[in-house]
């Protein structure tokens, strides 16, 4: 069990402490992890020492007392323990603690924002956490105990009168449904379904691919009245190989008969998450990124001098299927990320397409394009000023982009249909293929 | 929002007016408060810094409570004392003033009391006992909302003299109609527990209470009876108990499912087909999104076919993909906690991830503490079908800014070459092309990375004796790079160990004698032993520079152990040469490809911690009994059993002097915790490379002769039982003096009577397998000596399991020893 729970912001200030139990060792735990912090940077030269929190791992020690961290957005949440306690229940919880504040504030949550809500967090934190235990975690029960601060409730505070917290305990939520909210009412029914895939890959530079990976997750939009029954069918649920599922789906008919069937919560949430079978077979990405950094020898008499260029464009034969396409293929919101070698003193770069911003500082330039059609390419060149010899590094290139309407596995929805309720709802089901961790290597 | 405002503000009413918000003032800091009444600025009013006296006002403003007429201007004024608490301003002095607001109807300010409350009631006892009266008639509000806070409350003022008062209160609310004070009345029970008062009258509602229609309340009963009688272990688990709790496992929000799993583990399925049936039970819960629960599915798992081996294999396919799904998907510090787990389970199970090893590769922006951890895994993965693609990939790394990684990438790779599925002849070319990587990353530059590539190199060498010969021609030009004295010292040592064919040796070693007072410890200790062994290889060329050398070593007084060390080899070399080369080339280096590097051996660990996945000792690669506080350990009495058997069992295995490394014991210290991804890779390579055969053959142990039983006999089925069921009490390694056949090994270790069940001749060792029986106790041994043909003189390797401890072993393996003429044995 936790025995205290922590929130500081990412410049050390511990922002809530709440101690659960008596064998709390107080806020020492935060100071140490915060000494660890600060400590933790002559080993590694790429990270300043604003970042550290982020390469601490995520148990530390500290006596008798295990530090649990989990950095979130722009805050970082810690939990001690002095047991053994699954460390995944206490990471488990700490993400939930976190999803649930973006949930209530909007995201992303920083320090400002849980200081101006900070009544609301403890509440939140007193209804969750009890002792050391959880237990009250899923979102929707708790909003019907302490309605979050939207807009819209707070119009209805003004007009109503009422408060954020409910006068009476709700009928919380549906039996047997920890997850629905009860008493749910729409005018208009709606369901969004996003089936969202991710491609993980590593590219040396003759964009070759050395490791690849796809994640999917499905994510929803409920706003369904009453306690709708929903189920979703796939056209080719053999692609899935394993999956991870919210509560509310039924396990066993998905075993059964591969189909997804369940009550959702209200509001937004994720449905599941899937790997794709055969990801032995390596793919190919429908973007190729061709960096070119070459640099000045003694011999040529351009020593301190270097030169870098970036082509970038759509691959138009990849692993993509487009199972209703309609007009060209299309990269959306490019951005790639160019971590110059620490020898380089300055660069200056130029894009045939798209902005540039070079940050002097941690010597990283971010180019965004927002769309790279079929027919044209776009590069970006630069010449860079080094210190002394050539580097040694080559720090590789981060990509970013999405495809709509477009899927690696080709999983798509078939069917989704509402039984228990007698109104059709908008239904509305996406595609959408984007980069997960996308590396290509320059040397 | 602002423009809501306004447009209302033209229509004037009660309730409008009560509740709008204060344009900058101290009203909008509401838990309400919109994001756009955030980006005015308007709530920073409560975290400007306190001035003197403002607790003072904060008292003034208190006091007009009572007179304020709405509720928005009463929360505030609380809220501007819970807000100075939160900062860590001491308002305790308002406690007698807050006492005075408690009797609200408003739940806002109710929960912000009892929060201040609960901060402040141990600083004055006599004063939070006024406020009890009000808490207990709360606890019968008609509103459930309100008696569970106020329950919640109540429990948690910490507070001895109010306990009596609690009593009552908790006893109806454990009864409540509500089900969210059943729930908070449960954890009320631990919360009195833990103030040492004796409830012990509440124990038969809460065991009648893990059948409550609510899952939560169960789930809390659950964890509170665990610590309720945690000195036995936790609650007790009866059959009927579990088959109620598993039926209704899907009721179960995540925490509450890993609750009720955990418990699972301290059960005994009272047949196979119950064993059957839960697994089936619990295999759709592997799907649930919460890492935490899943990894309580795969404990129970492994519990559950503790009895069970062969199932094992079945377990750990089914469990992979899930574990994969959640790698993929979670957040950093899910990954990090998991991929503890796949190290794990690739020691417990090695080959289980092998083929996902692409999805292990570095990802430029992960954290470090995962990219370390990886980095640790790799080379388990590595089979001889991928060791070179993973070998690549690890080169990669070395050329990364951060130098610490560098020197994690290559002793990794060096790993790969002595991990035992790369090993052998079938793998041989691995060997090669890990050499070649690291002699050229040793001859680089003298830095840090080439410092770290020589270190590896030795352990290599080691493993792959054949590879001397690529490497020694620059060893020389290597050491004149300098470096870190690690990796200089590891240099020093190969150029000794393989001085007959560096053809420079003495020369290369002459210079840094000359230049003694220059070297570092390390590189002196290491200077040392070379000289001594190169002397043995080329007399001649070394007599003068040992000479030197050890005038040198015994008049330095910088360091205790070198100044010993030379006196050794000095008093050793004047014994006689012979005699001395004996001692110092006692035993072989070469590392058995069937057995890895000694403190790579983990077996007893592995199994250890099998009964505790999904805890903090995975995690530290430790069992929790070297970590956690004795006072916080999840008290199952049998573990604490079994860690004293542990104990009992590594205490009692012989060191024995010709074993390169460490025991085989785990650490008992827990790892430093910012090490803790890598203490694993710096097992070996951070101690420094002396050479084993360096150190003096500890004093021969006191031989007393066994009687054995000439004519024990034991079947091949019984033998084959045995074998799997007996703890392996002692295991050594040595060169034998003579080439014996298979013939006459059988026929010498009859005539003591080592009696042969089985042996047979392959490729490249005998092998055999023996039984003998002590006469005076009865206690049986059983024998496997292994010898390794290839090597010169031959090397056999013996492991001796009995289930009466060490001693007895020791005494039958020297017996074998001197049978056989070992040296060292």
């Known amino acids: ?443 | 929002m602002n423009t809501t405002a306004t447009s209302r503000s033209a229509f004037p009413g009660p309730s409008q007016s009560h509740n709008q918000p204060q344009p900058g003032g101290n009203g909008s800091v509401d838990p309400a408060a919109t994001n756009n009444n955030v980006k005015a600025g308007a709530g920073d009013s409560y975290f400007v810094d306190a001035k003197k006296g403002e607790v003072n006002e904060l008292r003034t403003l208190l006091r007009t409570f009572s007179l304020e007429k709405t509720l928005t201007r009463k929360r505030e004024i609380i809220k501007k004392v819970i807000a100075y608490m939160t900062l860590g301003i001491d308002v305790s002095r308002l406690l007698p003033d807050m006492l005075l607001v408690i009797e609200t109807r408003d739940l806002v300010i109710k929960k912000m009391v009892y929060l201040y409350l609960c901060t402040y009631a141990s600083t004055s006892e006599e004063v939070a006992i006024m406020c009890i009266n009000t808490l207990m008639k709360d606890c019968s509000n008609d509103d459930p909302m309100v008696r569970g806070l106020a329950l919640r409350s109540l429990t948690s003022l910490r507070l001895k003299s109010v306990v009596e008062y609690v009593m009552e209160p908790l006893r109806k609310s454990l009864d409540d109609a509500n089900a969210y004070v059943r729930k908070t009345a449960v954890l009320g029970v631990l919360k009195l527990h833990d103030l040492s008062h004796p409830v012990t009258t509440f124990l038969p509602r809460l065991t009648e209470l893990l059948d409550d229609s609510d899952p939560a309340v169960v789930s809390n009963c659950i964890s509170v009876l665990n610590e309720l009688n945690a000195d036995t272990g936790g609650m007790e688990v009866t059959r009927d108990v579990m088959l109620k709790l598993l039926n209704r496992l899907g009721t179960f929000n995540e925490f509450g499912l890993a609750e009720v799993l955990n418990l699972l583990c301290r059960y005994t399925p009272t047949d196979k087909n119950e064993t059957f049936q839960i697994m089936n039970l619990l295999d759709p819960v592997l799907r649930t999104s919460n890492s935490g629960s899943v990894l309580a599915v795969i404990k129970s798992f492994l519990h559950l076919t503790n009895t069970m081996e062969e199932l094992r294999p079945m377990v750990y396919e089914r469990v992979k993909p899930p574990i994969l799904t959640l790698i993929a998907g979670g957040g950093p510090e899910q990954i990090y906690v998991l991929l503890k787990h796949v190290k794990y389970l690739c020691e417990a199970n090695p080959g289980m991830f092998d083929n996902e090893y692409r999805q292990l590769y570095v990802r430029y922006n992960e954290p470090t503490s995962i990219k370390y951890l990886k980095l640790s895994i790799l080379p388990k993965l590595a089979s001889a079908d991928t060791a070179v693609d993973i070998i690549t990939e690890l080169c990669e790394y070395v050329s990364e800014n951060d130098i610490r990684m560098a020197k994690l990438a290559i002793e990794a790779i060096a790993k790969v070459a002595t991990e035992r599925a790369c090993q052998g002849t079938t793998a041989g070319g691995i060997g090669e092309i890990v050499t070649g990587k690291l002699v050229e990353l040793c001859s680089l530059d003298g830095g840090p990375v080439s410092s770290a590539a020589a270190c590896a190199l030795k352990d290599v060498l080691r493993a792959h004796p054949n590879s001397r010969f690529s490497v020694a021609p620059v060893l020389g030009r290597c050491l004149k790079l300098g470096g870190e004295e690690k990796g200089k010292a590891s240099l020093v040592w190969m150029i000794g160990e393989f001085g007959d064919i560096v053809i420079e040796a003495p020369y290369v070693l002459e210079k840094l004698v000359d230049s003694w007072d220059e070297n570092e410890e390390l590189v002196k200790l290491s200077l040392l032993t070379a000289c001594v062994k190169l002397f043995f290889k080329r007399p001649p060329e070394m007599q003068a520079i040992l000479g030197r050398l050890l005038t040198h070593a015994t008049n330095d007084v910088s360091s205790q152990d070198l100044h010993d060390r030379a006196l050794l080899y000095y008093r050793l070399l004047k014994a006689g040469p012979e005699k001395a080369e004996k001692v110092v080339n006692g035993g072989e280096q070469v590392i058995e490809p069937s057995k890895g590097f000694a403190e790579d051996d983990e077996e007893a660990t592995i199994k250890a911690l099998r009964e505790e996945f999904n805890t903090l000792s995975i995690v530290y690669g430790s069992k929790s009994a070297h970590f956690i506080g004795e006072q916080y350990r999840l008290g199952s009495a049998n573990s604490v059993a079994e860690i004293t058997d542990a104990f009992a069992n590594t205490s009692v295995a012989p060191i024995q002097p010709d074993v390169t490394a460490a025991p085989t014991q785990p650490t008992p210290e827990p790892p430093q915790s910012n090490d803790d991804a890598y203490a694993d890779l710096l097992g070996f390579a951070d101690s420094p490379p002396t050479p084993p055969s360096a150190s003096v053959p500890a004093a021969a142990p006191q031989t007393s002769a066994m009687n054995l039983n000439k004519s024990f006999a034991i079947d091949g089925g019984k033998f084959q039982g045995m074998w799997q069921s007996l703890p392996e009490a002692s295991s050594s390694m040595s060169a034998m003096s003579k080439n014996y056949t298979v013939g006459e090994i059988d026929g010498l270790l009859t005539g003591v009577g080592i009696l042969t069940m089985a042996s047979g001749e392959m490729d490249a060792e005998f092998k055999f397998f023996l039984y003998a029986q002590d006469v005076d106790t009865g206690s049986v041994y059983l024998l496997q000596l292994v010898i390794d043909k290839m090597c010169e003189p031959r090397v056999c390797s013996l492991s001796i399991k009995t289930d009466t401890g060490g001693e007895g072993a020791e005494v039958v393996a020297k017996m074998l020893g001197g049978v056989l003429g070992n040296a060292g044995m």
């Open chain 1, 1 to 443: 069990m936790i025995t205290s729970l922590f929130i500081l912001s990412l410049g050390g200030e511990v922002l809530i402490e709440r101690h659960l139990r008596p064998s709390s060792s107080g806020r020492t735990a935060a100071d140490f992890f915060w000494a660890q912090c600060q400590s933790g940077s002559e080993n590694n030269v790429n990270s300043t020492s604003s970042e550290n929190y982020k390469n601490i791992p995520p148990i530390l020690q500290m006596g008798s007392t295990y530090i649990i961290s989990s950095f979130r957005d722009s805050l970082i949440f810690l939990c001690t323990t002095a047991t053994e306690h699954p460390p995944l229940l206490c990471i488990e919880f700490l993400h939930r603690l976190a999803s649930t504040f973006s949930d209530y504030f909007g995201t992303p949550v920083d320090d400002e924002l849980i200081k101006e809500n900070f009544s609301t967090v403890y509440m939140l934190l007193e209804e969750m956490n009890d002792y050391g235990n959880p237990l009250t975690t899923e979102p929707n029960a708790l909003q019907s105990m302490i309605i979050p601060p939207t807009v819209l409730g707070k119009i209805q505070q003004v007009i109503s009168g009422t408060n954020n917290v409910k006068e009476s305990l709700p009928d919380g939520t549906v039996s047997n449904m920890p997850w629905r909210r009860a008493g749910v009412k729409y005018a208009q029914n709606e369901i969004y379904v996003d089936l969202v895939e991710e491609i993980d890959a590593i590219v040396d530079v003759n964009g070759q691919v050395i490791s690849s990976d796809i994640n999917g997750s499905i994510q929803c939009q409920s706003k369904l009245s009453g306690v709708p029954d929903l189920t979703l069918t796939f056209r080719d649920p053999d692609v899935i190989d394993d999956c991870s599922f919210h509560p509310c789906i039924r396990y066993n008919r998905y075993d059964n008969e591969k189909v997804i069937s369940f009550v959702p919560p209200d509001g937004n949430f994720e449905l599941m998450r899937y790997r794709v079978k055969n990801m032995s077979r390596v793919i190919t990405p429908p973007i190729f990124c061709t960096p070119q950094l070459s640099f000045g020898g003694e011999g040529d008499g351009k020593r301190g001098e270097g030169r870098i260029s970036v082509l970038v464009g759509l691959k138009t034969v990849s692993s993509l299927i487009f199972p209703n396409q309609k007009g060209p293929m299309i990269l959306e919101d490019v951005v790639v990320t160019v971590t110059f070698p620490r020898v380089v003193r300055t660069a200056n770069l130029t894009a045939n397409a798209g902005s540039v911003l070079y940050d002097e500082a941690t010597k990283i330039a971010k180019w965004r394009i927002p769309k790279i059609g079929g027919q044209k390419n776009v590069q970006l060149t630069g010449s860079m000023v080094v210190k002394g010899h050539r580097p040694e590094e080559c720090p590789p290139i981060q990509l970013e982009w999405k495809i709509p309407m477009a899927s690696v596995s080709g999983l798509s929805v078939s069917g989704l249909s509402v039984v228990n309720e007698a109104y059709k709802p908008y239904k509305g089901v996406r595609t959408i293929t984007k980069s997960g961790k996308f590396t290509v290597r320059c040397s």
